[in-house]
């Protein structure tokens, strides 16, 4: 999967031709699963305002010395946080599993669900 910013998918294809070939596929698998994870976090921006009813509830199952920082940080600041992105995408019925594994190749899947 490329990535959505061509200045940095460019430099991903530089890097990757200039990369060894005994070390080419780890860094473009590297690539490709990296990629998809961003595009997967970025889908909660994307759909739209994100209710802050969805940060309240996150806030909740968080640990109380985590929730305290966050809510210290504010609900603006969070919504790039990846924790809260996949909180929000996941109450949108995306979750990052089935995502991931519908827009990896089989192999990446296999790498990225014994890596995580």
């Not at 946080?81 to 594994?101: A, P, Q």
Request: hydrophobic residues 30%; charged residues 35%.
């Amino acid at each position: 999967m490329n990535h959505p910013n061509p200045q940095i998918q460019d430099n991903q294809e530089e890097f990757l031709k200039r990369c060894p070939e005994d070390q080419k596929e780890f860094h473009a698998r590297l690539f490709r699963i990296g990629n998809a994870t961003y595009r997967y976090h970025q889908l909660a921006a994307s759909a739209g305002d994100i209710p802050e009813s969805y940060f309240e509830e996150w806030l909740e199952g968080l640990p109380a010395n985590i929730r305290a920082d966050m809510e210290k940080q504010g609900f603006e600041k969070c919504k790039s946080m990846l924790s809260f992105t996949r909180y929000v995408n996941e109450c949108r019925d995306i979750g990052m599993d089935d995502w991931m594994k519908k827009h990896l190749s089989e192999e990446d899947y296999k790498v990225y669900n014994n890596k995580r």
